[in-house]
């Protein structure tokens, strides 16, 4: 893991930089005086300012206003878009009863306004700078960071604004770019950047947050980020495989955990600007955790004895009603009910969950009861929280010891075990169980690897309960064991699984691979019986709709981007 004191110049520098949301679109002409502008500021601090907005795209409070997110747990008006990912695939818990209510148009507002009116307005700005300076280094960062994030929005939202967007005032209405042809423009912008990584430089950036300028590195994730869009893409482009696979032969992309592309939150700071892991300050509160564990995830972890469960949970208590303790309509109130037909007839866990992992089912919503001090929380991996070492005590602001790491964590956006996965996944396609099952165990053996070396952030673990080498291994082995036994929808499934487990942390790569593939087959399904079409896509933000002439909201949650041609249906189930 990378903790370097580069932090210090972020922490000195955000004062000028944190105003990079703001209420306006981006078709607004108006001078915002929260945003950067080339009088005020050069391509240094543009190129840091990115990169926050880039890591808050993704994980974090996107809208400036902290309120947003502390309106309960789950997926929020801001959070940034893994959230949403995870929690549509049952890795974090969804507290609605039906989709088209729960993710409406309004809730993507702010990771659409960082998007263009942050990143892509700074990158408009601060090209011409950089280019007259021949800060060519400025420039390939800037092109790989807008290459991932137009993509992004490709992946969430299809038809996006690309080619005549961040132009205002000269266009204020810019027309909608297919998906396919913004995923063409994210590849030739990657091109750009690895050029632009090895060619000459009058100078490199003071404050580079992610390889402290090692351009040897940034060139191995430009091209590990043409590898996912090639792989994201093998279902619509004949030409994907091949292309991805010149990139493994070149072995010029990330294969070690030590060039992973994270986004380290220091956890310097709680006050605004807040640079904690955002999961740790939703949920090491004083009144207890905001967010409900996933019921699916943990029953996943628990049944097959996954020696991640204490890096990635803290269980402030070891008795649940329903199972240790007899129900309690207080404070768990479905122990005292039926499964619902549906999940019976699937034998899905329901309700509650043994050992003290006090989460919730998919869907339920059925309130806040005062159970703060007892909900598992986020652990020591990847939000800088607690080691479990069955303490089974209150996190919170209460005392140092309740702490963890302080939301030292990060934000997995390119890593070494991704790319395993994603070579698994190739392999499988091609009918290649054996080299699948070599990439999976490979996958597997380095994230847990990397979730394990998180134990060091919480200075008062006890890591006695640590799982030893052999117990890893022996899960590791298992599960190929099991991988190689398997067929069809078995094989799918178990490689699936572990997929979403080891992705916890980045629901882009989870949601982006269940709507690839269609697997895993075991998710929980929704509370409710009928919740409505699972989402392939997303509203337009509301903003977009109302601000742009251009964009028609769309009707339905079941249409498609452009790489996603499976079939809907059952020929193509999607848990609901």
């Given at each position: 893991m990378k903790r370097t004191n580069r932090y210090i110049a972020l922490a000195l520098l955000v004062g000028l930089l944190?105003?990079?949301?703001?209420e306006t679109t981006e078709l607004d002409i108006t001078s915002d005086p929260n945003f950067l502008t080339p009088d005020q500021a050069g391509p240094d601090f543009f190129i840091t300012s990115m990169q926050e907005d880039f890591a808050r795209q993704l994980d974090g409070d996107v809208s400036g206003d902290p309120n947003d997110n502390f309106t309960g747990g789950g997926f929020q008006i801001g959070d940034g878009l893994s959230p949403l990912g995870m929690e549509l695939t049952r890795v974090m818990q969804m507290r609605s009863r039906d989709y088209a209510s729960t993710y409406q148009d309004t809730d993507v507002d702010d990771e659409w306004d960082n998007a263009y009116r942050g990143i892509l307005r700074?990158?408009?700005?601060?090209?011409?700078?950089?280019?007259?300076?021949?800060?060519?280094?400025?420039l390939g960062i800037a092109q790989f960071i807008e290459a991932y994030i137009i993509s992004t929005l490709v992946d969430f939202f299809g038809d996006i604004p690309y080619t005549e967007a961040?132009?205002?005032?000269?266009?204020?209405?810019?027309?909608?770019?297919?998906?396919e042809s913004v995923y063409a423009a994210a590849q030739a912008l990657l091109d750009q950047a690895i050029a632009n990584f090895t060619n000459t430089a009058t100078?490199?950036?003071?404050?580079?947050?992610?390889?402290?300028?090692?351009?040897?590195?940034?060139?191995?994730?430009?091209?590990?980020?043409?590898?996912?869009l090639y792989l994201q893409t093998r279902l619509?482009?004949?030409?994907?495989?091949?292309?991805?696979?010149?990139?493994?032969?070149?072995g010029n992309y990330i294969t070690d955990t030590a060039d992973d592309l994270d986004w380290n939150w220091p956890g310097t700071s709680a006050a605004q600007p807040d640079n904690r892991h955002p999961r740790y300050g939703l949920n090491y509160i004083s009144n207890g955790p905001a967010d409900y564990t996933s019921n699916w995830l943990v029953n996943q972890m628990q049944l097959k004895n996954d020696p991640r469960i204490r890096y990635y949970f803290y269980r402030q208590t070891n008795e649940v009603p329903g199972e240790e303790l007899p129900p309690d309509e207080q404070t768990i109130r479905c122990s005292l009910q039926t499964p619902p037909a549906h999940y019976t007839a699937g034998g899905f866990t329901f309700c509650a969950l043994p050992n003290g992992y006090w989460g919730r089912d998919h869907g339920d919503d059925q309130g806040t009861p005062p159970d703060g001090p007892l909900?598992?929380?986020?652990?020591?991996?990847?939000?800088?929280?607690?080691?479990?070492?069955?303490?089974?005590?209150?996190?919170?602001?209460?005392?140092?010891?309740?702490?963890?790491?302080?939301?030292?964590?990060?934000?997995?956006?390119?890593?070494?075990?991704?790319?395993?996965?994603?070579?698994?996944?190739?392999?499988?396609v091609n009918g290649d169980a054996g080299a699948a099952r070599t990439f999976l165990e490979a996958g597997m053996a380095k994230q847990i690897a990397k979730a394990r070396g998180f134990v060091s952030l919480d200075p008062n673990a006890d890591t006695s309960f640590e799982p030893s080498a052999a117990d890893v291994t022996d899960f590791i082995t298992a599960e190929g064991i099991a991988f190689a036994a398997a067929s069809g929808d078995d094989r799918w499934n178990i490689l699936s699984e572990n997929y979403f487990v080891a992705h916890?942390?980045?629901?882009?790569?989870?949601?982006?691979?269940?709507?690839?593939?269609?697997?895993?087959?075991?998710?929980?399904?929704?509370?409710?019986?009928?919740?409505?079409?699972?989402?392939?896509?997303?509203?337009?933000?509301?903003?977009?709709?109302t601000s742009n002439s251009n964009i028609t909201q769309r009707t339905s949650l079941a249409e498609q981007v452009f790489w996603d041609n499976n079939p809907t249906g059952p020929a193509f189930p999607m848990a609901n």
């Open positions: 944190i105003g990079t949301s703001c700074d990158i408009r700005n601060m090209t011409p700078l950089a280019e007259d300076a021949g800060l060519t280094r400025h961040a132009q205002a005032p000269e266009i204020l209405n810019p027309s909608l770019d297919s998906g100078a490199t950036p003071p404050t580079e947050l992610f390889y402290n300028n090692d351009y040897t590195k940034w060139v191995k994730a430009a091209n590990t980020l043409k590898m996912k619509v482009d004949p030409g994907a495989v091949a292309a991805f696979n010149a990139i493994v032969a070149s909900r598992s929380t986020w652990g020591v991996y990847p939000a800088g929280g607690r080691f479990d070492d069955n303490t089974f005590s209150a996190v919170g602001q209460t005392n140092v010891a309740s702490l963890g790491g302080n939301g030292v964590g990060i934000t997995p956006i390119l890593n070494a075990f991704m790319v395993d996965f994603w070579r698994a996944e190739m392999a499988l916890y942390g980045n629901g882009v790569e989870i949601y982006n691979f269940y709507r690839r593939t269609g697997f895993p087959t075991t998710l929980q399904p929704n509370r409710e019986p009928d919740p409505g079409t699972f989402p392939r896509v997303m509203f337009y933000p509301n903003q977009a709709v």
